[in-house]
């Protein structure tokens, strides 16, 4: 049984995070620019306290797990997952596995990825995807072409292995801040 | 507009990869902005220009990207060794090399050393957008020796 989960992961900042009612008008403008979903949440509220580097990383977010056309989202999402479970973030990889079962539907295949990883992952696009994401997430100085290779055979295009480095990316960057700034709470049963 | 991934790459925009990134022009854009926001900010707060160049200096060293370091070390003059330098750069090299082994006392530290609310979120903002930075190039390096192989 890993610490991996599907179910809902709560959150708990580090410094005490902004207030809605007495933020700056910097800082209630940089957290208009973040997702509407997530822009009064305890984690923006933390990161509202720079609001420059909110508005403009919140922005960059946006942009990279949500913008139309490329890869798809399901594969961001997958994505972004193996990067939160190689970084040990068990509050990002809640978030992104759930994600990825609500667009695909395909609960077991995201359930087995959680606990047993993705060596053995079936799915040759998937498995793609996750050994990439890996590669990059632990080593960016050691990947080459000979990664994109699988990515390739898979039948990725150009525009889909850029928003696949994005991803990767945006989550070398979310799942520091978030382990750097709160702590996750655990739901019961998962230590 | 300037961008720094492609003046680290060598990358016109007119090449095969420059214009595959300029099919995300908001990636490009808020990617410039948040670095320019993090390294080159037009009010610092507590947290000076040379002690953020020295943090982000740090992490793109730690991981291996001599290039982007060396940039961040043009950037400004080293700060003066300090015991608050110290603690800055043992904060970066947790956050960005072992970041589930932070802890609320990190946090709690740069808070005693005089640090106020902005300037941790700033630091930490800062020493996590340079790992952005690493795997972006790294990236793009792979598709540029595919394209060129």
Redesign the interface.
């Known amino acids: 049984m890993s610490r991996f989960t599907l179910k809902p992961v709560g959150w708990r900042p580090?410094?005490?995070p902004v207030k809605a009612e007495t933020a700056t008008p910097e800082q209630l403008a940089a957290l208009d620019a973040c997702p509407p979903a997530v822009r009064r949440s305890t984690y923006f509220l933390?990161?509202a306290?720079?609001p420059?580097?909110?508005?403009?990383?919140g922005?960059?977010f946006n942009?990279?797990m949500y913008?139309e056309g490329?890869l798809d989202r399901a594969d961001r999402e997958l994505s972004t997952a193996v990067v939160s479970m190689v970084?040990?973030?068990v509050y990002c990889t809640s978030v992104h596995a759930k994600r990825f079962v609500e667009m695909t539907g395909d609960e077991p295949a995201m359930q087995r990825i959680l606990d047993e990883g993705w060596a053995a992952e079936p799915d040759p696009r998937r498995k793609a995807v996750a050994d990439f994401t890996e590669a990059?997430?632990r080593?960016?100085?050691a990947?080459?072409?000979r990664?994109?290779a699988p990515l390739r055979a898979a039948g990725l295009d150009?525009?889909e292995?850029?928003?696949?480095?994005?991803s990767?990316?945006?989550f070398?960057?979310?799942?520091?801040?978030m382990?750097?700034?709160g702590?996750p709470l655990l739901p019961r049963g998962v230590s | 507009m300037p961008d720094l991934i492609e003046d680290l790459l060598g990358l016109a925009p007119d090449s095969a990869i420059g214009a595959?990134?300029r099919?995300?022009p908001?990636?490009l854009r808020?990617?410039e902005?948040?670095y320019?926001?993090?390294l080159l900010?037009a009010d610092p707060?507590g947290l000076s220009l040379a002690e953020r160049a020295a943090l982000a200096r740090h992490v793109a060293a730690r991981?291996?990207?001599a290039a982007l370091a060396a940039h961040f070390a043009g950037l400004a003059p080293a700060p003066d060794p300090s015991p608050r330098l110290d603690a800055l750069l043992a904060y970066a090299e947790k956050?960005?090399m072992q970041?589930?082994a932070?802890a609320?006392a990190?946090?709690?530290g740069l808070?005693a050393l005089g640090l106020?609310?902005?300037d941790?979120?700033?630091a930490?903002?800062?020493?996590?957008?340079v790992?952005?930075?690493?795997?972006?190039?790294?990236?793009?390096?792979?598709?540029m020796?595919?394209k060129a192989?």
């Open positions: 580090r410094l005490a933390t990161l306290h720079d420059g580097s909110l508005g403009e990383r922005a960059l942009i990279v913008a490329g970084n040990g973030c990059l997430t080593d960016p100085g990947v080459t072409a990664h994109l150009d525009f292995i850029l928003d696949l480095i994005h990767v990316a945006m070398a960057n979310a799942n520091r801040l382990l750097t700034l702590d | 595959l990134r099919q995300r908001e990636a808020h990617a902005g948040a320019r926001e993090l900010p707060g991981e291996g990207d956050v960005a970041p589930e932070t609320k990190d946090i709690d808070a106020t609310s902005r941790i979120v700033a930490t903002q800062l020493i996590a957008f790992p952005y930075q690493t795997r972006l190039l790294a990236g793009l390096r792979a598709l020796q595919e192989a």
